[in-house]
């Protein structure tokens, strides 16, 4: 099956620093990435949807200068969070699917990356 | 913005029962999709049902879509500690945007 991975798995950082997490899609080609926050005992609520080679588009009330997302490659997207701060702290969880915007496309989510910041 | 119910919200059940969980939407939806996930990990996909009406049983897991495609339920035979888990539903509204449920966390007791 499909294998998405995250890195780094946590991350533990200072107030106003920045963070880097990378999503690979590991033996596909992933033309369309999503990037989702979750908080403790909620739901998934997807931040951006990022296609290759051009820009991510963001879902409403997310900052994109705060939230950096690039998709340089078919089996790689960033998501930098920029000065970050305790309450940016969550759960980070990417996903990939095979197609641009296809309604039946299938996402593999990665294993998550939880972000604490002091 | 489309919403995607689920109920219960949460739901602590003895091992050995049977249980349900709803998700439910005021909009059509095309397709939809069921998660597991477990604390610390991504959501594993369960399901994809597309038609309306549809049937699908994965073991003791039976998925049922709505004939109106505006809602979807879950059922579980015989509950085992191994269900423990956050149930998620999410459904693509036809506007090309995926949209999650607001989840229902199953703890099985043993």
């Known amino acids: 099956g499909a294998v998405v991975s995250q890195h780094p798995s946590w991350v533990i950082c200072k107030s106003g620093t920045s963070v880097k997490i990378e999503c690979r899609s590991l033996d596909f080609q992933a033309t369309t990435m999503f990037w989702y926050r979750q908080f403790p005992k909620q739901s998934l609520m997807l931040m951006a949807t990022?296609?290759?080679?051009?820009?991510?588009?963001?879902e409403q009330g997310v900052e994109k200068d705060k939230f950096l997302i690039n998709h340089a490659s078919l089996t790689l997207s960033t998501l930098t969070v920029t000065s970050a701060h305790p309450e940016d702290s969550s759960f980070y969880i990417c996903s990939a699917a095979l197609r641009r915007g296809s309604s039946t496309d299938t996402q593999y989510f990665g294993p998550g990356t939880r972000l604490t910041v002091l | 913005t489309q919403l995607l119910e689920q109920s219960p919200q949460f739901l602590s059940i003895q091992e050995g029962e049977n249980l349900t969980v709803y998700c439910n939407s005021s909009s059509v939806f095309s397709s939809l999709q069921w998660y597991r996930q477990e604390p610390g990990e991504g959501p594993v996909l369960l399901v994809t049902v597309v038609t309306g009406g549809e049937v699908k049983k994965l073991k003791r897991l039976t998925f049922q879509f709505g004939d109106a495609r505006k809602d979807s339920s879950l059922h579980i035979t015989a509950a085992q500690t191994g269900d423990t888990g956050l149930y998620l539903c999410e459904a693509n509204f036809g506007n090309e945007k995926l949209t999650f449920g607001t989840g229902t966390r199953l703890t099985i007791i043993p």
């Open positions: 990022s296609n290759e080679g051009s820009k991510a588009t963001y």
